[in-house]
């Protein structure tokens, strides 16, 4: 069954949404198997879901939770598949890990806005210092270079 694209306001919802929350959604997957690569893999297979689904989605509500829900679910479908080739946790553990992970994801989230702030109050040459020591691909030497 095909599904609806969303609109283009929705499209942009979508994104905005999505960028917010998916480094949680990451940190909340690679609690689950465990597998930086595979939690890579599970999360790409999640958000196409999440595009393909987000018609279904209420805007205004808690778009973190609706994301966990169908990256849980993608966690799952990847474990029972690896289950097959090898020794994995038990469905109970996952979900015991997945609680915990979403528990630990609304503190790491609280953190990263409180640094976000802080940064944001560094007098202009200091944040300038910290946004290049952290850029992506950068480092702290190549950055004092």
Known sequence: MARKIPEPNRHEEFVSLYVRNEPAVYSFVLAMVQNTADAEDVV???SLTMWRCFDQYKSGTN?????FQIAKHAALNHLTKLRRDRHVFSEKLVSLLAEQADEQSEILDSR????DSCIEKLPEPDHKM????????????SFAE
């Open 63 to 67: 778009f973190r939770n609706w994301a």
């Open 44 to 46: 790409q297979r999640a």
């Open 130 to 141: 910290v946004a290049g020591c952290y850029a992506e691909g950068a480092n702290i030497r």
């Open 112 to 115: 990263r806005r409180a640094l």
